[in-house]
């Protein structure tokens, strides 16, 4: 297995192909079929080269294959190849895994959308171009994926265009995440041409050696980060997520929770040799996440949006990823980014039957009373809930607890209390969620309320597997107290990652009960506040109104950016565009077609179609003619 | 024997004598025969040179145009016999449908 490896990419993109070309010719039936069948062969070969990698002798060089030499110039060489390590193997099984789930309940959810090939060749696109992501074994070929996943997440967003926000959040999410790409690629061409290498195996050879000079081992890591917060949505890049929400449920799962936005993740723990090597990188990754966990959990206590709640969710849980990375827990930042995409997936795939149920209703204040109405849409939003909260023996308790061990066993103490601090808030968001919509009276405008709806089983059985994958798959990495060979992704990951030194049992069993306090408590006051006491928030948001605007207000950062980048921009673009195009472009172009067309309409004139003109004419040449030769000769 | 100046004195009237009808006649097919005389005089000066100079060249010459003529002379009187069937009249003022 090498250059077979190529296929996992390549038969979404070949299935892409078909639907965007040919998919006005193709039944519904036929479109939603191929496109998950592609999938899932991705994600049958993935498995395949997982048994294989399990199956090699420890020390064995991972799985690859090139298909050819990209870039030839000079000494660089980039060639156009693919490696199938451990890290890979966990990426690649999320995003087709997930991926295929998600691709399955869209068949339901966009069942009566009229671009449906369209939608469905461009998630096949997603994947593609996510795959090569995850698997690029050089972090150029990993740049492909990073701008195709942007494109798509474009598209997606935009997916209904004639929607004016639609259009707008696309073009928000794409010129801010390019901000971050701008500093990726200067970070990657100067990692490129100190290293003489863009394979990562010789980036994280060459920065674990200390080959790199001091300035730059600090200068590229902080440059990729800056990439990583773009396509991560960290402060202060975070702002197109929220916005993103214009998109379709299925593909905010899929791209805006499950996938795309951790890729920045992913780039950091591939580099973790170049991250490591660096005093500066590290903690800089870890503050960055930590103070997005508490500050984009803080925004999403108040929003009343089904979907901007999760999307803040999503932004305050990729800050802890990075938390984990930051403090040198690779393996526990993958880790959470593995069960982040099982509940928060799950989330999004059960808010979007909630959505489906209540006609396209997305304000939480006009739900209420749904769990008897959506029988098998509320445990598996229930189960996810518990999970993202921390409620032990969910995924999320074991890869949340693994990265706050690991902040407090570094010694990063603040990171540490942040992180705790956005882990209560992280209980109390998402049980609002859970006892605004399903529990309480039925607050349903009357005409949505007789068309509630539980989903067909092609939306819930998805579901059903995401809610099985949230409550168990923590169990893939327990801590070390359950014992020495327990934590069985971190084992997995070791060769690439390497794993962090495991506490000793009685801290670790402390900090188990700080967290789990920590999540009961966030659980026990959205009890209180929105089940025990409904008017509590209201009386809060009267008692403290400058706060509360504050954070309904999304601190303001929207229109900060509104009012230092954006119409300044435009503001001088406009000046430009008066003084220059129109001025000197314009008049330049226009006066020159003025200047001919007044020249051709003088010598038209000439023109008088009297044959008996044009022979005078002829007459006088000639006589001046001769007349000229006989002056000459003479 | 008679001087090459004769020959090129009759020449050069017939060609006044042309340029002269193409002026004052208005309708086309006499000014094309007014072009015919024209070329006519060249070739009785280009004949004068040639017998002057006692070389054939210029009697070559003198058949190009010959033939040349001929040509011109069908793709002339066509055109002529086009445009009265179009316009249902020859007169060179009345032609004058390529004005600027």
Redesign the interface.
Known sequence: MARELWLIPLLPALSSAVLLLLGSRLSRRWISLQACLAVLASLALSAAALVRLLGAANGAPPLSGTLFTWVASGSLSVPASLTFDPLTAVMSLVVTGVGLLIHVYSAGYMAGDRDYSRYFGLLNLFTFFMLVLVMASSIVLMFVGWEGVGLCSYLLIGFWFEKPAAARAGMKAFIVTRVGDAAFVLGMLTLVAAVGGPEFARINAAAAAGGLAPWLATLAPVLLFAGAAGKSAQVPLYVWLPDAMEGPTPVSALIHAATMVTAGVYMVARLNGLYSASAVAGPLVASVGAVTAVFAASLALVQTDIKKVLAYSTISQLGYMFIGCGVGAYGAGIFHLVTHAFFKGLLFLAAGSVIHALSGEQDIRKMGGLRRRLPRTFPAFFVAALAISGIPFLSGFFSKDAILTSAYEGGHLAVWLLGLLAAVMTAFYIFRLVFLIFFGEERTDAEVRRHIHESPPVMTVPLAVLAVLSALGGLIGLPAVFGERADLLGRFLAPVLKAAEAPPAAVEWNLILVSTTAAAGGLFLAFLFYLRYPGTPARLAARWPFLYRTLIGKYYVDEFYDAVFVRPLVRGSELVYASFDLAVIDGALNGSAAAAQAAGRG??????????DY??AF?LGAVLFLGFILAWKA | MIPAGAFLALAAALFALGVLAFFVKRDLLTQFMAVEVMLNAANLAFLALAKASLKADAQAVVIFVLTVAAAEAVVGMSIILLAFRRRKTIRTDDLSGLKG
Not at chain 1, 603 to 612: D, E, P, V, W, Y
């Open positions: 010598a038209s004139r000439l023109q008088t179609g009297r044959i008996k022979a005078l007459l």
